[in-house]
């Protein structure tokens, strides 16, 4: 595949591997922020060609896991209620609610549908004038213009049936929360390329300089990987920290300035709860008070209880970096990918099912 | 109300079977409940000439089962097919249904015979689309060298079904020189896979409702039978097992196969054989290609000293010209698939959970 291949060339990874091996003097613990980076670094196997002093942490960058329970409760909530066509992308189905998942939702009867974009809910709501088609509307900066965009064609359209639920998270709060907190102790960032693709790179700035650390923007094919944990590795040795773009190929400065326009008419800034670490101030999007039409919430007066969290869950440590996944007294024991605890242990790119797979691996490998 | 239209993507076969079976004029378009009844309306669907296309001295004897001799050791298999959208890019639900159970035959070593034929339809099917699957359906029967000597047909009430669906059974005899058996599977093994994974499960997804993408893909569906005998033909208990890795892709099946022969399996991701096409789609949507759906291949674990030549007879056959040797059986890591990735690393291949669902980003 053109412009994939060469990012997953075998002699090239193991160069850079050599030069991270023959860099690193010391130990170094650095935080990939984005699921897909863990997916990746797990699905090629990264994580053991690294040398043993680089030690990689899986962020909260899996819109699956950070999802707050009561969010998944109200997705739930309206899937279940007459009338209501509940649409959603594919992975948010299996994330266990305080009852059940969104799967079971529709097994029982409930019409869920999984979509890859937004604008196609819009679609479905004009085929449907009868019914009320909600989006579940998460992810990071990545999906939001996707989403802003599709209330934005509803608007245009007169469609007056689609709403949507709206967990929007941000990455730079995310950063910061990790940064703050005293039992995580992260001494570089992989950021995550994608959600820089549409936002840009001024955001890190102010965090490289409040915590002296080093971020590289990073992308997430196995080439960009180690180049990337090579760059920041570099940077620690050295004592230095500073923002660096490694996937510059695809990342520019600015962001996308359509995407963000977009994000910024549909959208404002707001406290935002997230799964297993709690509120993060200013660290999500909510729909502006305009567009208050299209806000599931408002229009179906969703109130769910707040369920607690599995105690046996620890999920706010693992996504903070505080703790491994196999470091839970319940991984690989009550919770696994068929029945999970937590929701870091059903996306492909939750911490726990990486490293559930991954230590399965290394049972195998080793 | 009709059915949304669709579009049949014919090869020249089916072309000109559609050109050689014209549709006999009915006194009706769509199928009603009372086709199903077994009374005045299910007569009258069977003797409009429908069911002549299928035609046979066994299907025939109009009895309420065929009767036949066949010699030496039987296999028997069943499969039900639900499959969504019915028309798809390279097939439809008929040509997959015969292709299917003949499939699973020819994976027990068998050379199929003799299938069944079960349709439960859902009223308001036009009897256009009924035609076309059935023209599909001789059409495939014919490639395979097999025929249809039993049926039935239900009808169910609006909503209670998706269009149609089938379910064939199918008998075959075993091949002389096969022994097809998990237990003679051993370490050494080499795994070979007959062509390109994951086409099919891509083909379908391409047309499914909310996931709609422009590409070329088609299904690769097709019978496995005539390849697989010449196989056996040659290399006879040479060949340890066979597989069609349809549901849960690749990866189910070789994880079943670690599981039940406490061996392991591994697995080199740059010799596995995929179209470009598919491989950028499941980079797209996300998914992994080993555990997308296939229909056209086939899996063939092998005695080591036999891989080569297997692999050089299977792709002189038009169906395994991009066959491959994908990895072997080993002792360590016993019950585990662990593959060594494009870039050298390795990590482990286990069954899914359930369906896979689309990443988010």
Same mark, same amino acid.
């Given at each position: 595949?053109?412009?994939?291949?060469?990012?997953?060339?075998?002699?090239?990874?193991?160069?850079?591997?050599?030069?991270?091996?023959?860099?690193?003097?010391?130990?170094?613990?650095?935080?990939?922020?984005?699921?897909?980076?863990?997916?990746?670094?797990?699905?090629?196997?990264?994580?053991?060609?690294?040398?043993?002093?680089?030690?990689?942490?899986?962020?909260?960058g899996c819109p699956v896991c950070?999802?707050?329970?009561?969010?998944?409760?109200?997705?739930?909530?309206?899937?279940?209620?007459?009338?209501?066509?509940?649409?959603?992308?594919?992975?948010?189905?299996?994330?266990?609610?305080?009852?059940?998942?969104?799967l079971e939702s529709k097994a029982a009867g409930a019409d869920v549908r999984i979509l890859y974009s937004p604008l196609e809910a819009v679609k479905i709501a004009k085929e449907h004038p009868d019914r009320e088609v909600v989006f579940f509307a998460v992810g990071f900066e990545t999906t939001a213009p996707a989403n802003a965009l599709s209330v934005l064609h509803a608007q245009r359209a007169g469609v007056t049936?689609?709403?949507?639920?709206?967990?929007?998270?941000?990455?730079?709060?995310?950063?910061?929360?990790?940064?703050?907190?005293?039992?995580?102790?992260?001494?570089?960032?992989?950021?995550?390329?994608?959600?820089?693709?549409?936002?840009?790179i001024s955001e890190y700035y102010p965090l490289v300089e409040k915590f002296k650390i080093p971020i590289v923007v990073t992308g997430f094919e196995p080439v960009d990987l180690v180049q990337g944990i090579l760059m920041t590795v570099r940077?620690?040795?050295?004592?230095?920290?500073?923002?660096?773009?490694?996937?510059?190929?695809?990342?520019?400065?600015?962001?996308?300035?359509?995407?963000?326009?977009?994000?910024?008419?549909v959208f404002e800034v707001c406290d935002r709860e997230w799964r297993g670490i709690g509120n993060i101030p200013m660290s999500g999007y909510e729909l502006r008070p305009e567009y208050a039409a299209y806000d599931a919430n408002l229009k179906f007066d969703v109130h769910i209880e707040k369920v607690p969290e599995s105690a046996e869950c620890i999920a706010g440590l693992v996504l903070k970096g505080i703790k491994k996944p196999h470091e839970c007294p319940q991984f690989g024991k009550k919770c696994t990918p068929q029945m999970p605890l937590g929701a870091p242990m059903v996306s492909s790119e939750g911490a726990c099912a990486a490293y559930y797979h991954f230590s399965q691996a290394m049972e195998a490998i080793v | 109300m009709a059915f949304k239209n669709y579009n049949i993507q014919?090869?020249?076969?089916?072309?000109?079977?559609?050109?050689?079976?014209?549709?006999?004029?009915?006194?009706?378009?769509?199928?009603?409940?009372?086709?199903?009844?077994?009374?005045?309306?299910?007569?009258?669907?069977?003797?409009?000439?429908?069911?002549?296309?299928?035609?046979?001295?066994?299907?025939?004897?109009?009895?309420?089962?065929?009767?036949f001799e066949l010699p030496g050791r039987l296999a028997f298999s069943t499969d039900s097919y639900v499959i969504s959208p019915v028309f798809f890019p390279g097939g439809?639900?008929?040509?997959?249904?015969?292709?299917?159970?003949?499939?699973?035959?020819?994976?027990?070593?068998?050379?199929?015979?003799?299938?069944?034929?079960?349709?439960?339809?859902?009223?308001?099917?036009?009897?256009?689309?009924?035609?076309?699957?059935?023209?599909?359906?001789?059409?495939?029967?014919?490639?395979?060298?097999?025929?249809?000597?039993?049926?039935?047909?239900?009808?169910?009430?609006?909503?209670?079904?998706?269009?149609?669906?089938?379910?064939?059974?199918?008998?075959?005899?075993? !091949?002389?020189?096969?022994?097809?058996?998990?237990?003679?599977?051993?370490?050494?093994?080499?795994?070979?896979?007959?062509?390109?994974?994951?086409?099919?499960?891509?083909?379908?997804?391409?047309?499914?409702?909310?996931?709609?993408?422009?590409?070329?893909?088609?299904?690769?569906?097709?019978?496995?039978?005539?390849?697989?005998?010449?196989?056996?033909?040659?290399?006879?208990?040479?060949?340890?097992?066979?597989?069609?890795?349809?549901?849960?892709?690749?990866?189910?099946?070789?994880?079943?196969?670690?599981r039940d022969t406490r061996l392991g399996i591994e697995l080199v991701q740059k010799s596995i054989p995929m179209l470009e096409e598919v491989d950028g789609a499941c980079e797209l949507l996300g998914l992994d290609p080993l555990y997308v759906a296939n229909e056209g291949i086939f899996i063939a674990i092998v005695a080591p000293e036999a891989a080569d030549s297997v692999l050089e007879t299977l792709?002189?056959?038009?169906?395994?010209? !991009?066959?491959?040797?994908?990895?072997?059986?080993?002792?360590?890591?016993?019950?585990?698939?662990?593959?060594?990735s494009v870039i050298g690393g390795k990590r482990v291949v286990n069954m899914p959970v359930g369906e896979q669902l689309p990443r988010i980003c």
């Open positions: 595949m053109k412009f994939i291949s060469e990012y997953r060339d075998q002699e090239l990874v193991a160069q850079y591997l050599d030069e991270i091996r023959r860099v690193a003097t010391r130990p170094w613990t650095i935080m990939e922020v984005c699921g897909g980076q863990t997916h990746s670094l797990v699905k090629n196997g990264i994580l053991q060609m690294l040398p043993e002093n680089v030690r990689m942490v899986h962020g909260p950070v999802t707050p329970l009561h969010m998944i409760d109200k997705a739930i909530y309206l899937a279940e209620k007459k009338g209501i066509i509940l649409c959603s992308y594919g992975d948010m189905l299996r994330v266990p609610g305080s009852k059940h998942s969104l049936n689609y709403t949507i639920l709206t967990s929007h998270v941000l990455v730079p709060p995310a950063i910061e929360a990790v940064m703050q907190d005293e039992d995580a102790h992260i001494e570089g960032f992989l950021a995550a390329g994608h959600v820089c693709t549409i936002v840009g940077q620690l040795e050295k004592g230095e920290y500073q923002l660096e773009n490694q996937y510059s190929r695809v990342v520019r400065p600015e962001g996308n300035p359509e995407a963000i326009k977009v994000i910024e008419t | 014919m090869n020249d076969h089916k072309i000109k079977m559609q050109l050689q079976c014209p549709m006999p004029k009915l006194d009706f378009d769509i199928i009603t409940l009372g086709h199903g009844s077994g009374g005045l309306l299910t007569n009258k669907l069977l003797e409009s000439g429908v069911f002549d296309l299928l035609k046979n001295d066994l299907l025939d004897q109009r009895h309420d089962g065929a009767t439809d639900i008929g040509e997959l249904a015969i292709n299917g159970t003949v499939n699973d035959l020819a994976m027990c070593g068998a050379i199929p015979k003799y299938l069944s034929l079960a349709f439960i339809l859902e009223e308001g099917l036009t009897m256009r689309a009924f035609w076309d699957i059935l023209v599909s359906i001789k059409a495939a029967a014919e490639n395979a060298g097999v025929q249809i000597v039993t049926g039935d047909t239900k009808v169910v009430e609006r909503g209670k079904g998706d269009q149609i669906f089938i379910n064939t059974s199918g008998i075959g005899t075993v !091949h002389p020189k096969a022994l097809i058996d998990k237990n003679r599977v051993k370490s050494g093994d080499k795994i070979i896979i007959s062509g390109h994974v994951a086409t099919h499960g891509i083909a379908i997804l391409s047309v499914r409702q909310g996931l709609e993408f422009e590409t070329a893909i088609e299904s690769d569906t097709t019978n496995l039978n005539h390849c697989v005998e010449r196989l056996l033909d040659i290399f006879g208990e040479q060949i340890h097992l066979l597989h069609d890795p349809t549901r849960g892709g690749v990866a189910t099946v070789l994880n079943e196969l670690a792709r002189q056959d038009e169906k395994g010209k !991009h066959a491959a040797i994908i990895g072997e059986i080993v002792e360590t890591h016993p019950k585990q698939v662990v593959m060594q």
